[in-house]
């Protein structure tokens, strides 16, 4: 096995394969683990479909092997499932298909996850006359899994049952055959009998391939030796999260997208998108370009972006805040380039999204645009919003500033007058100034002009500004990072407020995004000391804890979703940018 291929915890990564909407895991809903792998689907969002349930071929079928244990094993490639010398082992042929083999001493049960079949929920189990497959139809992902025996025998029970039953079927060796094989293909309505055009050790072998191939554009450090073993396995496990969380287009997804996760944040969300975007840039420019693009394909006529698009949902409810002209910047940084027609297309989108915040986020006469709500700033309930939820934010005010400063730059390569971008510019930095308190800025409440108490950590983000903002104020927001600063890196919430909660998600814990944007403003306003250090902590956090959804910012532990992409992605970044200044530890 190359050592590019990296192995994981089945229950803290599922296993995938880029462009595929299924995976396989124990993890089948928002914070729920079984035993038993199961494949999930996403479509429609996410749904366990089929239980795995490996056992000795002369366990009878309705029986549960309580004394059998399984091993289960996870790498890039495959999952393996073994019993002393006995195995079954599985790997995804193509996006849609798993080939599943295992030896004459072992059997595999698959069952429906779903258990009753109604009108209206649950799955169908038939027997196809054509070929012989079984198929499951899910009423939850609207999809077929079929299941062809390319060796050996299936054995189905509930064929054709409806309400509750039992629907499961078994694969084993046939009489005198020394193993089995099966398809297990997810499509829509139909398709041609399953013909297996290569043997399964080939589908191995490609599926490593084409993941080495992946690792080594996007982490070429990691095949450098001198780079310390927990950076080079770190690396290799991210860039493992974005491979496989990417699915090709269906549903409102109209380009290849990475979602935030193939457990149950399965959706991309119109911040998230963006250090996605920045972690593929060198590597997969045009990928990186699809993931920054993404959010825009749904731009309504106010100019808004959804707050979350997934196959079969998209919501507007909410909005996430405007990143996109400092990620744009950093996209074209890490060498995406834009034709003249993209150029034109990216300058009105990113146009019209700006104009939202300054047209329908800006009360007459004032130069701040506001939030509505937590959830508009990403962070949904950091304590900033405690008191009153419509407030302006220092850290909104200094992501217009970089989104009108791009805006600018890009007016003039298209022909435009920058003028008016400027002077909105200039406008939004007066309306900053207006936040500043001598040692830092506030937020304020909309409605009575009130300051926030200063216990979160989002009014320090003005700091993204960098260069932008004056002397004093980086100086001064560099000083206040360290009440924030814990071992592992910034808390969301001073571990020292009496708000502060250590699983309270904005209250407290570390994210990834936070802390990139601390960090890139950091170094853009003159401190690259504090910045440095900012990002060996969080490096060290993933290396140690993985790329969880967010961190107990005292003790580094992963909490919620355990395979983030954004996590994966800023660790990528921040890797990357210290192996070219030198600075990583050897």
């Known amino acids: 096995m190359s050592s590019l291929i990296p192995a994981f915890d089945l229950r803290h990564i599922p296993f995938s394969r880029r462009g595929s909407w299924i995976n396989l895991s124990p993890v089948v809903a928002a914070h729920r683990t079984v035993d038993d792998v199961h494949l999930v689907s996403h479509r429609t969002g996410m749904h366990a479909v089929i239980g795995f349930s490996p056992r000795s071929a002369s366990t009878p079928d309705d029986a549960h092997p309580a004394q059998e244990r399984w091993d289960v094993a996870a790498d890039a490639a495959s999952v393996r499932w073994s019993l002393g010398p006995t195995s079954i082992q599985a790997v995804f042929a ?37 070929d012989g497959s079984a198929v499951f139809t899910s009423y939850e992902t609207g999809c077929r899994y079929r ?56 589908c191995v072998a490609e599926v490593s ?121 950093r996209l074209r940084a890490e060498g995406v380039t ?39 700033s990403g962070w949904d309930n950091a304590t900033v919003f405690d008191r009153t939820r419509l407030i302006e934010s220092p850290d909104l005010a200094a992501f217009l500033l970089l989104q009108l400063d791009a805006l600018a730059r890009l007016a003039e390569e298209c022909g435009h007058d920058a003028t008016p971008w400027r002077e909105e510019q200039n406008h939004v930095a007066g309306g900053l100034a207006e936040l500043w308190r001598g040692d830092g800025y506030v937020a304020r409440g909309v409605a009575d002009g009130e300051d926030v108490d200063r216990t979160s950590l989002l009014p320090l983000l003005a700091i993204a500004a960098g260069e932008h903002l004056p002397p004093a104020a980086r100086d001064a927001l560099s000083e206040g990072v360290a009440a924030f600063l814990t071992q592992w890196g910034p808390a969301t919430e001073r571990p ?85 200044r030198g600075d990583l530890p050897r």
């Open 338 to 376: 834009l034709t003249a027609g993209e150029r034109d297309d990216v300058y009105d989108k990113l146009a019209r999204w700006t104009r939202f915040w300054l047209e329908e986020r800006r009360v007459r006469g004032r130069a701040l645009a506001h939030y509505q709500h937590g959830n508009d």
């Open 94 to 130: 193509a996006p849609d298909t798993l080939r599943v083999r295992g030896d004459a001493a072992a059997a595999l049960r698959l069952t429906e996850a779903a258990v009753e079949l109604t009108p209206f929920t649950g799955t169908y189990l038939f027997r196809d006359p054509r």
């Open 147 to 202: 299941v062809t025996a390319l060796e050996g025998e299936l054995r189905v029970e509930g064929a054709e049952s409806l309400g509750e039953a039992t629907r499961a079927v078994t694969v084993s060796a046939s009489d005198g055959g020394d193993h089995w094989e099966i398809a297990i293909e997810e499509f829509e309505s139909s398709r041609p009998p399953f013909s297996a055009s290569v043997p399964f050790a080939a």
């Open 496 to 580: 020292d407020s009496t708000r502060y909660e250590s699983d309270g998600y904005w209250r407290g814990p570390i994210w990834a995004p936070s802390t990139m944007l601390l960090e890139d403003g950091l170094r853009r306003a003159g401190h690259p000391g504090v910045a440095d250090d900012i990002a060996a902590r969080f490096r060290r956090l993933c290396e140690r804890g993985g790329f969880a959804e967010n961190f107990d910012a005292l003790t580094g532990e992963g909490l919620r979703d355990r395979a983030y992409t954004w996590t994966a992605a800023v660790y990528l970044v921040l890797v990357r940018d210290a192996v070219r």
């Open 209 to 329: 391939t084409e993941f080495a191939a992946f690792a080594t554009r996007t982490a070429p450090w990691a095949d450098d030796h001198d780079v310390p073993s927990s950076t080079r396995d770190a690396s290799l496990r991210a860039a493992y999260v974005l491979w496989s969380a990417t699915v090709s287009p269906a549903g409102f997804l109209r380009r290849e997208a990475v979602l935030m996760s193939k457990h149950w944040m399965d959706k991309v969300w119109s911040w998230d998108h963006c250090f996605n975007a920045i972690a593929l840039a060198p590597a997969e420019p045009r990928l990186a370009l699809d993931q920054f693009l993404a959010p825009f394909d749904h731009q309504d006529e106010t100019g808004a972006l959804p707050d979350s698009i997934a196959h079969s949902e998209r919501l507007y409810n909410f909005v996430k805040p405007p990143i996109h002209g400092w990620a744009l910047d």
